[in-house]
């Protein structure tokens, strides 16, 4: 059995739409967490050792951090396509791609998220590398990785979807997020955490 902890309106939001995508079955259970607001708090019925979201159990088996839990769904369920398999010819760039999501994007988000009045040259550089990667995939494919979605778009397209300033003004990358957007898994996701009717 498969338990996602989750927060609505939070990067745990990103699992309950990845799992949707994998068509397996899964619990939630809804936690209150301390936000950045103020708001919140730290919820003793969340498992996560520091109390936040996401946190996955499966099986008995606790993950935690955005690119593990990806990457042990997408390795657990591999008949969904959404990962690669160890061996598989296209492993090297999906591992790639979760990596420069948690090291590169999502931090790039934050630091816009916190500092945006007072970026740094280096910060920019960094936040055009990003916004160039992501558009030099999709004109290759509807995709990152060509024309199949995999759980490298569900989390690279958390910070273009949270930020429109991300890439503001580029075609490509506003049609991939409308893509995204428009598929089944997003939307019964998007129903479930409360953003869409």
Known sequence: MITLYHSPGSRSSTFVWLLEELGVDYSIVYCDIKRRSGNG???????????????????????????AIALYLTDAFPAAGLGRSIGAAERASYLTWLAFFAGEADPIYNTRLLYAASLDPMTLRDHSRVVGRVDAALSAGSFLMGDAITAADVLMSGPFGWDPQMAPGNDRIDAWLKRLADRPAAKRAARMDGRAG
């Open 41 to 67: 708090s730290p919820d003793p019925k969340n498992v996560h050792p520091e109390k936040r979201v996401p946190a996955l159990v499966h099986d008995g088996q606790l993950v935690t951090e955005q690119m």
